[in-house]
Structures are given as C-alpha cells and as structure tokens.
C-alpha cells in the first residue's frame, strides 16, 4: 500500500498487508527514492484509486506489468486497464470497488475496516481503567467525541457539541471523550470554553492508539473526515455530522450497522467550497436530532449484541 502520513501509519500492523510505502515528501529526491522501491518489489498489479497526475504517474514507474487507474484523459494512458466508473455508483466504497472489474474480478462493496491487534486492545483497556472508565458491574456508557477538522464547512459548533456532551451525561450517565488530532488543539480549546460537565479530553494519541480507544468506545460522534471512517471500520457505533457535502457518497454505512449520518435538508447541498457566509447545514442540525441518532445507533448495538446471545 502507498499512502502519506497518517494513512500510512494508520494501515501499519493490519495483517492483509504485506508492505507500506510511505510518501513523506513531494520533492524529487524523495520521489526517486519511492520509484526504486517499488521496482524493487517487482510488482506485477498496480492499482490507482486517486487517478491524479502523480499518482498515475508513480504507478506508471512502478514496474508493474498490469495497472489500473481512471480513464481521466491523458494520464489515462499511463494504465494498462482504464476505468470508468457509472455514475449511478455514488458511494466511495462501490466507486474503489468498481477498479477490480477491470481485472476480472467482483467488485463487491464492503464496509471498511481495521484490525486492532490485541495488545493495542489490551492498550486501550488500560487507558480506559487509568480512567476509572473500565470494568465494574455497571460500568459506564462510553461516547467519544472529536469536535475537529480541517475546515469550518465541516465543523458543527463547539456550543452544539457541549449541549450534546451535557445531554449525554444527564440521561445517559455516559463518560464522554474528547479526541483530536495534530493540529486541532484551538477546536479543543473552544470545546472547553463551553463545557462546565465532566469529560476527559485524550491527549494527543498516535493514530492507531486512536483508532485502539475508538475500538472500545460505545458510541462516537465525529464530523465528516478521517476519523469518521476510522470509527466505523474499528465497529464503533457512529453518527457523522454532515456539512455541506454529501452522505450517500461519503458516508454508505447505514446499511451495515449502528452508523448514522446526520444532516440537516438544505437547498444548497452539495456544497464544495470550503469557506460559507451562512453555514446553516451545521447551525440549522439540532443537538435534540444528532441526540436522537446517537440513542439509535447505540440500541441498535446493544440489540444486535443482546440477539447474539440468545
């Protein structure tokens, strides 16, 4: 697999893989230095998923006899088999899904998911005993929080989240987690500034740590971006706040589980601007609404769990 920080470091460990080049950098010295390690691998299949001018490019100096990437014009002649995926295929999963039907294979779409190994489970549980928030014969509800992203197009209000935080600790009695990532420290901050309730807020943790906690957490509610997919590909029940963009290509999960997306209907969407006047897809989304998907995807959880038994 090629990826760059964090995805790279994200996908090290999972047994399905055998091999992770990771791309640090964009400059030539750099690019080089990737080039002649995947033709040291001598791989025969290529895959594209991203079809962008460097990566169709990287694929092409691969050394793999076979490549697969988007029919998107002139780099589409640096594959060996083009795709073209119809566009009644919407969601991101059966979009890379569709790349193996050019080799002959079934392009069956699934869930995504993470292997946490179980030293990074047993991490995780105690982490969370640290906490005083594992084990006991009643032991709390555990939700988690991430209150970040990139943009402010994707970002629900830190006053929406303290409301949801407090909501969950009254009726639920639930411990609620803040999580962030690198560079997200201000969105923790402006959390803080609204919350009187009890929460612990994670340090800054390394992705798969990240992904470990999620793992044993009970619910999680994240906007639209990484640590979503993160979330439901560990199996933690998932509501994902929606901006702007759209659901059913980003988020195809409701099919599978506990995982809710929450939107609020506006004329504007889909939306692909990262800046907005208004942003009333977010300050229009009530906390009483993305309450109610948390309660569903935690019964639904809990009823799946209670059928097993049975």
Known sequence: ????????????????IANIHALSGDG????????????????????????????????????????????RRIRRHLYTHQVSVPPDIRAATGFHAHHLEAI????????????????????????????????????????????GGPWEVKRWPAPYFARLARALRRKLGARIFVIAGPGEEQHVENLKAHLETDVVFVPLLPVRRAAALISRLDCMIVGDGGIMHVSVAVDTPTVGIFGGSEPDIWFPYERYGPYRAAVYPIECRPCHSHTCEHLS?????????????VFAAIEERSAARNHGRS
């Not at 964090?6 to 399905?16: Q, R, V």
């Not at 390690?37 to 025969?44: G, N």
């Open 28 to 71: 030539f010295a750099e690019t080089l230095k990737l080039v002649r390690a995947l033709r040291r691998r001598r791989y025969a299949l290529a895959v594209d998923l991203l079809a962008n001018p460097r990566s169709a490019l990287l694929t092409r100096l691969s050394g793999a006899s076979v490549r697969v990437g988007g029919a």
């Open 1 to 16: 697999y090629l990826a760059k920080p964090p995805a790279a470091d994200l996908l090290a460990g999972e047994p399905c």
């Open 281 to 293: 897809c977010l300050r229009e989304l009530s906390v009483e609404k993305v309450e109610k998907l």
């Open 104 to 147: 002959g294979m079934e392009a069956a779409e699934r869930k995504p998911s993470l292997t946490m190994a179980p030293e990074e489970r047993a991490w995780a549980d105690e982490f969370l005993a640290s906490l005083g928030a594992q084990g006991g014969k009643n032991p709390a509800i555990r939700i988690g929080i991430h209150p």
